[in-house]
């Protein structure tokens, strides 16, 4: 086929990272573990539906972690579909440390936990995962959905570190420049292309926010 006949068969990957939730302004590790949406956080995702009430979407993919699927959730709702639920989606496990402080860690987990800090991108922490474990199931699981849906705009709702993860994944930087990127909450990502070529159309746009855009403090994860 001619390039431009395989890019007609691109998929479109509308990434949306979840509304800000009460860990992330209390700075706790969240993981896996979930808090409750903020007023802010509500008002983030009653904008992102919105933003993509006139969106061509075909398919609406999300986390099985609560703050991602209620997202999810209504976006599915305003274009009368189904929620397809990957738990390959999910933000990083962080182990012992979900629900916790860095200072609540550093005084309970003993001196494994600065350590661990210092290499956090390469190592687990007790029973969690390491960034490189999500970012190949994160990009093996973008990988499978546009494969599914080639020509189509896909809705997928997932967490900051995830997105991340394909964004680092799909233009080749190197994971030890991970601190120099932010996915806010709300934010919309988008990605074009297929399985063995996939391309960043649009990053952490958060246009549909206004004020509420970029709140400092919250953590990403």
Known sequence: MERDELEQQDATLILVRHGETEWNVQGRWQGQKDSRLTAAGQEQTKRIVERLSAAKISAVYSSDLHRAKQLADLIAASHRLPVI???????RSYGLLEGKTDREAGASEGPWFLSWRADHLRRAPPAGETEQMVCERMTDALGE??????????????HGGPIKCALYHFLSIPISLWDLTWVANGSITVLRGRR?????????????????????GAMED
């Open 145 to 158: 959905i546009a494969d599914a849906h080639p020509a189509q705009a896909v809705l997928v709702a997932t």
């Open 196 to 216: 063995d070529l996939m391309r960043v159309a649009g990053f952490n746009d958060v246009c549909h926010l206004g004020p509420i855009s970029l709140r400092p």
């Open 85 to 91: 639920v990957r738990e390959d989606l999910r933000e």
